[in-house]
């Protein structure tokens, strides 16, 4: 039982005979075999979905850390552009969670840092000093590398009766710790 188009192919020469009786012989087979059962279909589905879903954890996975590591170069190339020189002989002492830290900065710079206009940020084991507003980029990205902001101490200072009964007391301009 032939195809029409196939018996005039074979007639004029196209077609050639063992190749047409293979794709017959396949035709037949699709029709006659069996179809694969709901429950096959049901579980090849399950998986697929199982598959997409861990490949969907696996990616977020790996931007989230592809992320975190444009983030820590962010904040090392903001660090390297904007520390400022710290080449002075005056101790400035700050706390670093538990521990009393000292870096060594110039009388300008001490200034600078008692009023807020520098702030200290960890840069590995060491300490840069920052312009504010580079300081804030760092603590925008990473806040745990901010150790030592004075304006954000000073906005969150004590009620004004402290202040007020405070400024009975002289507090000598010497004072170093």
Not at 52 to 57: G, L, M
Not at 96 to 122: E, M, N, P
Not at 142 to 153: F, G, H, K, W
């Amino acid at each position: 039982m032939r195809n029409p188009l196939q018996d005039q192919l074979l007639k004029a020469g196209l077609a050639k005979k063992s190749p047409v009786a293979d794709a017959l012989r396949e035709q037949k087979r699709k029709r006659k075999g069996k179809a694969p059962s709901s429950q096959e279909e049901v579980d090849v589905e399950r998986l697929r979905a199982e598959k997409a879903e861990r490949d969907r954890a696996l990616a977020a996975e790996r931007n989230a850390k592809a992320r975190e590591q444009e983030l820590r170069a962010q904040v090392r190339q903001i660090i390297l552009d904007h520390r400022v020189a710290r080449d002075g002989e005056i101790p400035y002492r700050f706390t670093d969670g538990s521990h009393i830290r000292t870096v060594y900065v110039d009388a300008a710079q001490r200034a600078q840092l008692a009023k807020g206009g520098l702030v200290i940020v960890r840069a590995g084991e060491d300490y840069e000093l920052l312009p504010r507003a580079a300081g804030m980029k760092v603590a925008e990205r990473d806040p745990a590398l901010l150790v030592l902001d004075n304006a954000a101490v000073e906005e969150s200072a004590s009620s004004d009766a402290d202040d007020e009964y405070y400024s009975r007391f002289k507090v000598p301009d010497d004072l170093v710790w």
